[in-house]
């Protein structure tokens, strides 16, 4: 990754795939058949999440293992904890995990096993958007936080990345009942407070959003408005007979429900495709298009033009937040209610 020193900004608020559109409506259950048991067309059960997900032995998880090896024992005792240790569950916007930044605490070799961790996880095009991200916000990747929790290779393990609108994780699948590892983070400070965003990397992710809310018809955009947005942070997976806003996607014509298939495809597409495997599953374990809720919030619409930069997807076993005002600040979580 390029590090290009930059100003650090001040925050206030701050405390594509592999897979085919088609491909994915079809696994989401967007059109789906015998009570959203098996794809479009009879193709076959979709894969369980823990078949879905990475395993230790893929891309990311052996670099964390190198990376952890590599480790003297004073460094470990800087940014190595256990396994269940409380820093594994906080989630911020902007936070420092650990105290010491990537180039203050690593040498050159381990700075590549890290930039492998990171390629590892995002696809192609995520990577580059994470890349200009980090330069624009903070100055570069190695200005930002990791830590390890329990011991790579052996039993259940985290490895986490955190700093100015990112938090990454890479678990192998030894978190259970989570997809990614436990909830993420993502942002980019770029085009604050401006209408449209201008420079900002996942201002596209708002007009993708926005192509659903001009799809509906009038009583549906009254269903789907809401005054006041929740806090940004408030992604716990709610489960089955929580009650959601917005509107029912389920109630949507099919081809509405394609275009919230297309933004819920945009929202992952940053990520690795056995992340985005094992996130498809676990919504589809919870009820598939039809169980979710999308809602657009009044409150942060900049420019006052209607086009809702704060919005949410919701149900029994995904959440996504989206806050597009004054810059992005975006939650995932996707798994079982613990």
């Known amino acids: ?186 942002g980019h400070g770029e085009g604050d407070s401006e209408k449209g965003l201008p420079g900002n990397v996942f201002y596209y992710q708002t007009q993708k959003a926005n192509e659903v809310f001009k799809a509906l018809d009038g009583s549906q955009r009254k269903q789907a408005l809401v005054s006041k947005a929740p806090r940004e942070d408030a992604v716990l997976i709610q489960g089955s007979g929580a009650s959601f806003p917005g509107i029912t996607v389920g109630t949507l014509s099919s081809d509405q429900k394609d275009l919230v298939a297309s933004v819920i495809k945009t929202l992952l597409a940053p990520y690795r495709a056995e992340d985005v495997d094992e996130a498809t599953a676990f919504l589809k374990q919870g009820g598939g298009l039809d169980a979710l809720h999308m809602a657009f919030y009044e409150s942060g619409d900049l420019g006052k033009d209607q086009e809702w930069d704060i919005w949410r997807i919701e149900g029994p076993t995904f959440v996504c937040h989206f806050r597009g005002s004054p810059h992005v600040h975006a939650y995932i979580n996707i798994g079982e209610k613990s």
């Open 1 to 186: 990754m390029s590090q290009q020193p930059q100003p650090e900004r001040e925050c206030p608020e701050c405390g594509d795939s592999a897979v085919s559109h088609r491909d994915f409506v079809r696994s989401l259950g967007g059109v789906a058949l015998a009570g959203g048991l098996f794809s479009l067309g009879g193709v076959g059960p979709v894969r369980s999440a823990a078949a879905a997900a990475p395993t230790p032995a893929s891309a990311a998880e052996t670099a964390v293992k190198r990376f952890y090896d590599s480790l003297s024992e004073s460094q470990r005792k800087e940014i190595c904890f256990p396994f269940d240790h409380e820093l594994r569950k906080k989630i911020s916007a902007n936070w420092a995990i650990t105290k010491p930044t990537i180039k203050d605490f690593c040498n050159k070799e381990q700075q590549q096993y890290l930039t492998e961790i990171v390629k590892g996880i995002t696809s192609p095009e995520g990577f580059e958007r994470f890349e200009k991200q980090m330069d624009d916000d903070s100055g570069g990747f190695d200005t930002y936080h990791v830590a390890v929790f329990g011991k790579p290779g052996s039993g259940q393990f985290e490895w986490e990345l955190t700093g100015r609108h990112v938090t990454m994780r890479a678990d192998g699948n030894t978190v259970d009942g989570t997809a990614f590892g436990g909830p993420i983070v993502y």
